[in-house]
């Protein structure tokens, strides 16, 4: 079965930083895009950085200076940091892939469950 696995988040002090990282887990053999996306009560979830197959990556212009994206190909994980977090970077943090190619699917797209993060003093 594949499934992404999130870990990271919690309580952060404005000002400070997060790592969220996630991986792939099953027998995959490729993936499209990996990132991740945000979502607060009441808002659309939104994007937040996208590492794309082919190497290049997309970050949404409120984090834009204030995070990177990574990715490890042969480990099927992506990764995010983001430092100098304000409030408005609270929400639930949601890993997302998309053209998994697996034993039992040619085109999947998968959302992780979901990691909270708070930034508050």
């Known amino acids: 079965q594949v499934q992404l696995v999130e870990s990271g988040g919690g309580l952060v002090q404005p000002g400070g930083s997060l790592e969220l990282s996630c991986v792939a887990s099953?027998?995959?053999?490729?993936?499209?895009?990996m990132g991740w996306y945000r979502q607060t009560p009441g808002k659309e979830r939104e994007m937040v950085a996208v590492?794309?197959?082919?190497?290049?990556?997309k970050i949404a212009g409120s984090v834009k200076g204030r995070a990177t994206i990574s990715r490890d190909y042969a480990q099927k994980t992506v990764t995010l940091q983001m430092n100098n977090l304000d409030p408005g970077g609270s929400g639930v943090y949601y890993c997302?892939?998309?053209?998994?190619?697996?034993?039992?699917?040619?085109?999947?797209?998968?959302w992780g469950q979901g990691t909270l993060v708070t930034v508050s003093s």
């Open positions: 997302h892939a998309d053209r998994i190619s697996s034993l039992t699917d040619r085109d999947l797209t998968l």
């Open positions: 099953g027998t995959i053999f490729s993936i499209g895009s």
């Open positions: 590492y794309m197959s082919g190497g290049s990556t």
